[in-house]
């Protein structure tokens, strides 16, 4: 079993959706083994995104990243990294496949209402970002 990072962004808080939106997660068979509500700072965030900074959209990202409050989770589970991707579906919400996260709930690119680990390697990195070993129980 494997472990993948998660975030719940600010559009699914501010619509109430963090309920819908772990039920989507249960039902894929993915365990959510720590979860924390947080209000990100603007140095966490561009810590975070900071792969993304020469990227043109780096300024909106951090903006919208630290414009409410956010749900931090770790996901555990078969092949969860991968599983989880699927799960949410493709950026663009447009192009995300039918019952995907992000085909049910986001509204554009910019705020597409989940973030997932891309590796195995960045999971473990953006876990030790956000959570202490003894906040995720399995
Ligand atoms: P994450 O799981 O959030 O990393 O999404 P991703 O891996 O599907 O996308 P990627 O890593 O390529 O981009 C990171 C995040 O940047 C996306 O989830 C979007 O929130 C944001 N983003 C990507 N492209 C655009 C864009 O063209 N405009 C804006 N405003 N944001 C973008
Ligand atoms: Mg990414």
């Known amino acids: ?8 962004k ?8 963090t309920g819908a939106v772990n039920a989507v997660i249960e039902k894929a068979g993915l365990r959510i083994v ?10 966490q965030a561009e810590k975070f995104y900071e792969i993304h900074k020469e990227r043109p959209f780096f300024g909106e990202l951090v903006e919208f990243m630290t414009s409410g409050p956010v749900v931090v989770q770790v ?3 078969e092949n969860a990294v991968a599983k989880y991707r699927e799960v949410m579906g493709a950026t663009n919400p447009a192009q995300a496949a039918e019952g995907t996260i992000r085909k049910l709930f986001a509204e554009s690119v910019g705020e597409n209402t989940v973030h997932g680990s891309d590796s195995a390697e960045n999971a473990k990195a953006e876990i030790a970002q956000f959570f202490q070993d003894g906040d995720i129980v399995g």
Do not use: H, V
């Open 1 to 8: 079993t494997e472990r993948t990072f998660s975030i719940l």
């Open 10 to 17: 600010p559009d699914a808080t501010r619509r109430n959706l």
């Open 34 to 43: 720590g979860q924390r509500r947080i209000q990100m700072s603007r140095q």
């Open 75 to 77: 996901l555990e589970g």
